[in-house]
């Protein structure tokens, strides 16, 4: 193995380059990258005592916490892949992905308590509680000293069009370009400071932790996003930098009146689809810079980015690729022309090397020399800037939620009064898009979209359950039986 395959862990290393410097603010509590070393090598020897060994597949449940970084930075050190959960999803959805993954261990909270009892029942999976982690024994453990890139770092789950989440490998080495492209993209300033108010199990919240490390900046955590707060340290010059998605900018920009960020602020980082030209030009009168990107937990987050100097004139573009990264767009199997629409394709270091257990995927979404076939529907202007023009065509997202129409058909279709069902994507103010679902009832039966919607509950993600309900006699589809989704937004206007 030749050394541009491994590197030193970065906790380990970073403790020992910069060690009295700020590594991370959470509430009133700070910490160095020494003393979150510390805490983090007694939190592996909490999870060792736990009966947690290296190799060993663990399920992370938790809300944004410090404790949480603690826990991802012990297994590390440990020597564990990560399965990052999503905490608003159902029991049903859980169970699939812990039992898809091949996790062993459960590492949450007492506040998810019912849930993971009915996981263990479920899945037969060993439970760990981070209160219980404060006054367990500590066992000594041999140190993971050094990272292979290669080696499995995380599995972040993903919707696939079947409806069945995917969970998506991100390598050592995807995470570590990742970083490396956004520090050739944004630069780096010796007082940077990370604001995370997204969750840290998706890739935009992990990408920041990994960032964290590589660059030697403190990340300013926050357990939820609060508007009115993140306002007030972005105003008190506490953090450089934020990742948002649009209707987390839009709560931020009506909260914050008149008022003005520190001139410290340089990078407003923002995905999760395109930004409103309003919206864009309120944050330009406010010298807020909007950095537009594009990404997936494919590519252990963003690969495309719009600077803020594009971000008017090139309304609507998600920008060009990071440094080491390629697009290209695939018409057809050859190369599309400037402005022809086709499939979004991709390459680079950052790209997962593939789904787990998913065969029939990874031969449909991966060419032999490194190209992922994304899903997405968009095109390349003649300045080579990127337009994304459908999400992997049917994608719902929600606030920066990935939702795909066929998880919620499936539920919706299980019910016994329904022939046929369609979700499409409804505009909302707030949240970008919420789910809209069509159905075509069974038998003359008689069932609202009320009972329909309690019926889904137990079994989606509340940001999954469609918003609006519409009965009709037949749903409309092509001369191969499929269902024209993009007909159905007729009966919105």
Known sequence: MSSLEKMPNWLLNRAYLTPNRKALVFKDKELTFKELCDYS???????????????????????????????????????????????????????????????????????????????????????????????????????????????????????????????????????????????????????????AAVPLFHASGFSILVRSMVYGIPVILFEKFDEQQINLALMEGKATIISVVTSMLQNMIRDLGEKTYSPSFRCMLIGGGPVPLSLLQVCKNKNIPVFQTYGMTETASQIVTLTPEDSLAKLGSAGKPLFFCQVRIDKDGVAAMPNEIGEIVVKGPNVTYGYYNREDANKRSFTNDGWFYTGDVGYMDEDGFLFVIDRRSDLIISGGENIYPAEIEN??????????????????????????????????????????????????????????????NELPKTASNKVMRKSLSKFLS
């Open 41 to 195: 090598l007694s939190m592996a020897r909490k999870l060792t005592a736990c009966g947690i060994k290296r190799g060993d597949r663990t399920a992370v449940l938790l809300n944004n916490h410090m404790d949480f970084v603690l826990v991802l930075y012990a297994l590390q050190l440990i020597g564990c892949p990560v399965v990052l959960l999503n905490v608003r999803l159902t029991n049903r959805e859980l169970a699939f992905q812990i039992d898809d993954s091949e996790a062993v261990h459960l590492i949450t909270q007492m506040e998810f308590e019912s849930i993971a009892v009915k996981l263990n029942g479920q899945t037969g999976i060993h439970t760990i509680y981070k209160e219980q982690l404060i006054a367990a024994n500590e066992v000594d453990f041999e140190i993971v000293t050094e990272f292979n890139l290669q080696d499995v770092c995380t599995i972040m789950y993903t919707s696939g069009t079947t409806g069945f989440p995917k969970g998506v490998i991100q390598s050592f080495g995807n995470h570590w370009w990742s970083a490396i492209g956004s520090a050739l993209n944004l630069g780096l300033h010796d007082q940077d400071a990370w604001l």
């Open 411 to 472: 539920i919706i279709l299980s019910h016994p009064a329904i022939k046929e069902a369609a979700v499409i994507g409804m505009d909302d103010e707030t949240w970008g898009q919420v789910p809209c679902a069509f159905y075509v009832v069974a038998n003359n039966a008689e069932i609202s979209g009320e009972q329909l919607a309690q019926f889904c509950q137990p079994h989606l993600a509340k940001y999954k359950v469609p918003k609006k309900w519409i009965q009709i």
